[in-house]
């Protein structure tokens, strides 16, 4: 069994030890040797007489630790506008407004919409013979080029000119879609 602790050592002054750790004070030499030295400087301790402070020991106590926190120079530490309390509202918002930013779409400001397929700009009033020739003075333009000319194709144009394919213009936009996702992966 473990010899007794302090706060043991001080409940068995006071008479409050359990009985199970009082069996071990009773048979343990070393644990009763403490016991005897712990009590022997209490009993010393209280034949000195201490006296009492002053009534007004206390409120100028708590003046001068006032005045010297009041008074104590500045540790260097962080400003008051970094603490955490601060700090934890405003990487909030910040990781708020990063999350907007990259989660909304970029607009491509300024430019125009070119609606191709406009009567205007398809010609179809002279047989659609305009639309080839602008495709011959254009040549190959990728979207970026495009883009940066104001030439931007809606989403819903693309899609409704696929549904307007015939049958055989639709098996040679599988067949390209497919060899280009081939070319693609390799």
Known sequence: MTHLTSDELLDAMEGLLGAERQAHLSSC???QRQLAGLSGVLGEARQVSVP???????????????????????????????RWQVLLPLGAVALVLLALTVSIPKRHGGLGVVNIADESVTGATAGGDSWVAFADLVGDVDLDTAAAAGMIVKPDLVEQAVLELTAEEQQELTRLLRAELQRAKS
Do not use: K, M, N, Y
């Open 29 to 31: 030499a070393e644990c």
């Open 52 to 82: 009492e402070p002053s009534p007004l020991f206390w409120q100028h106590f708590s003046q001068r630790v006032s005045r010297a926190i009041d008074e104590a120079p500045s540790t260097g530490g962080w400003p008051a506008w970094l």
